[in-house]
Every structure is written in structure tokens, then in C-alpha cells.
């Protein structure tokens, strides 16, 4: 053979085996390709059914950013069903499951989570109150390992019992509180009687613990004379919702809630964030601490930049309250 294409012929093989071997240096094994992120959520209620309207908006912020459940994440869910010693298991559990991140939804699970990790990054949704709960040190500088979004509800709560007097003249309401929490039904009573007496309205704080104290708390309210319902922001009370709202119809008392559906399902008024709004932008937190962007420490907690007053027509209708017209021109929407 020439000299000259046996060098060549040598040479061209020689370069084939060393790509060859290249590539399958270079070739991921099973243990080297790209892990499915874990992101664990503590809920409140006892179910993904319960949850749905928030889970769904959680999903649907996942899905916008470009994330596939099951494929591009992977959900971890536990559900405490408002027992105050299941929020600690299951916090302990996903923080044991060694999950990348953990998402806490209302203060007794941020809480929670708060106590079972301080490595595993924390998303806190829906806290009224996260400086006063003592999640973190400040709104813009959170710092350790846990920020979020708050609802600024115990800030609200006062405007909330102003509104109330203001649609119906009302002067005596009750605060539905959760007693499951005592700190956070502390600082809704103080804040909120502090503020509204100049007002000339009396507060009193109306007590439940569970599903089956409502119907009870709402002959309290008829017997004491009080002559409306504020709710304070709280898993138990967002998930009993529609129980409330069939008591209040039954006793005939005007209700004011903290997030638009609850005007949907049968509050009188409600002023708030947008719920669904604030479970959507939960999931751009997970994605910016997956990706790395920024130090969970340094990430800012938000507060909503939309309140809403929604005002359910008719529901005054039925109650045979005439809402001012001025107050309904300052509605952000009028329920039919």
C-alpha cells in the first residue's frame, strides 16, 4: 500500500476512535442526567379537593413559566386538615423528605416549616402578618432561609370593619377568629379594636376551633346583639367558607371576607388581595430559588399591589341593605 494513504487512513482512524471514545466519556449515565426538582407544599385543608382553587392557580403559574408536573417538577402535598400538631409532622416529613424547596401555605404551616428546616429554602403564601409572626427579619431583607407573599390582612382588618359600618351603618360586629391560634387571634383583636374605636364601633372577638364551632359562634353573635361579621384571614375560615355564608344567610347578618370568592359565595363585601392572583406569582418564588437567581435571604417578601372590593349586590338585596352609591362607585367589582 502507499506509504502516504496508509497515513492517511491510520490518521483519519485514530481521530474516529478518540470522538468515538469522547462521546462516550461525555454521555450521561442515568445518576449524571438532570434531577426532577421536589418542591413540598403544606396546605391547611384536608385535601387537594379543598385546596382546589388555590392549587389550581398554583398549577396554572407552574404551567406558565414553562414547568410540566411530573416531568419538570414533581409536588410533594401534605394535607394537615387545620390540626395544629399534623402542620409539625408534615413539615417535619417533607423537610426529612429532603425536598429542594417547601412551600407554606397561611402562617401555622409557614410556621411549621419554619421549625422543621433552616437549610431547605421556604416560600411562605397567604401570612397576614410575617414580621409580627417573626418569619423573617424584615419585608425587604428577610434573611435565613424563608420568604414569601403576604396578604397585609391584619393591616386590612380595621378598613374592613370601617366598611362594614360604612355599607350599614353598623356599630357592633363580631371578629371571627381561629382560637387554634391564639398569637394571630391576639394581634387581629388588639390591632383591630385599637383602631376602629375612634370609630365609635365595638369589636368583640367571636371564637372557633374547629368545622363544628361555627353554628354555635353564630347564635353567640345573634344572642349578643352584634350586627355583623368580620372574618379574619385563616386557613380554617377560608375553608369553611360556604358554612359561614349559609349561617349568615340563616341569621340575616352582612359578612365582610378578605378575598374576592368569598363575594362569589356569598359574603356581603370582601377587600383584599386577589387570591388566585397571589397563588400564580407563588410559583415564580419556587422558580427563581430552583434556578438559583437569588439568595432566599436576600429575596424580598411581596405584599399584593391589588386590593380589591368586591360587593355581592345580592346579598343587600336580601338583607334589605342599601349600599351607598358612593360606595359602590369605589368597587373594584359588583357580584350580581
Known amino acids: 500500500m502507499n506509504p502516504d494513504l496508509l497515513h492517511t487512513v491510520t490518521r483519519r482512524t485514530i481521530n474516529f476512535s478518540l470522538l468515538l471514545s469522547s462521546a462516550l466519556v461525555s454521555a450521561p449515565s442515568k445518576s449524571q442526567e438532570r434531577r426532577i426538582p421536589r418542591v413540598g407544599i403544606l396546605w391547611h385543608a384536608a385535601s387537594a379537593e379543598e385546596e382546589n382553587f388555590p392549587l389550581s392557580n398554583f398549577r396554572q403559574g ?47 404551616a409557614a410556621l411549621a416549616a419554619q421549625r422543621a428546616t433552616t437549610t431547605i429554602p421556604i416560600v411562605f403564601l397567604t401570612v397576614a402578618d410575617p414580621i409580627g409572626s417573626k418569619l423573617v427579619e424584615t419585608l425587604s431583607r428577610p434573611g435565613q432561609n424563608i420568604t414569601g407573599l403576604s396578604t397585609m390582612a391584619l393591616e386590612l382588618t380595621p378598613k374592613r370593619i370601617e366598611l362594614l359600618k360604612e355599607s350599614a351603618g353598623l356599630t357592633k360586629v363580631g371578629l371571627l377568629v381561629n382560637a387554634g391560634d391564639p398569637e394571630g387571634e391576639r394581634r387581629f383583636l388588639e390591632l383591630s379594636e385599637t383602631a376602629v374605636r375612634p370609630l365609635g364601633i365595638h369589636v368583640e372577638g367571636i371564637e ?75 410559583a415564580s418564588f419556587v422558580d427563581k430559588i430552583l434556578k438559583g437567581t437569588k439568595s432566599v435571604a436576600d429575596l ?30 369605589r368597587a373594584t367589582d359588583l357580584v350580581p
Open 208 to 282: 372557633v376551633r374547629t368545622g363544628k364551632d361555627f353554628e354555635g359562634a353564630f347564635e353567640r353573635i345573634k344572642e349578643t346583639g352584634l350586627q355583623g361579621v368580620v372574618l379574619t384571614q385563616d386557613g380554617l375560615i377560608y375553608a369553611e367558607q360556604s358554612q359561614i355564608f349559609q349561617l349568615a344567610s340563616v341569621h340575616r347578618l352582612p359578612v365582610i371576607g378578605y378575598t374576592r370568592e368569598m363575594a362569589t359565595n356569598g359574603a356581603l363585601m370582601t377587600y383584599g388581595p386577589n387570591n388566585g392572583r397571589m397563588f400564580r406569582r407563588g
Open 62 to 108: 407552574l404551567k406558565d413559566i414553562g414547568y410540566t408536573e411530573g416531568q419538570g417538577i414533581i409536588l410533594e402535598m401534605r394535607f394537615p386538615a387545620e390540626k395544629p400538631d399534623l402542620f409539625v409532622r408534615y413539615a417535619a416529613d417533607l423537610a426529612a423528605l429532603r425536598v429542594d424547596l417547601i412551600v407554606a401555605v397561611g402562617r401555622l
Open 300 to 329: 424580598p417578601v411581596e405584599e399584593s399591589d391589588l386590593i380589591e372590593f368586591v360587593i355581592n349586590t345580592s346579598v343587600a338585596q336580601k338583607l334589605g341593605i342599601d349600599i351607598p352609591f358612593m360606595m359602590i362607585s
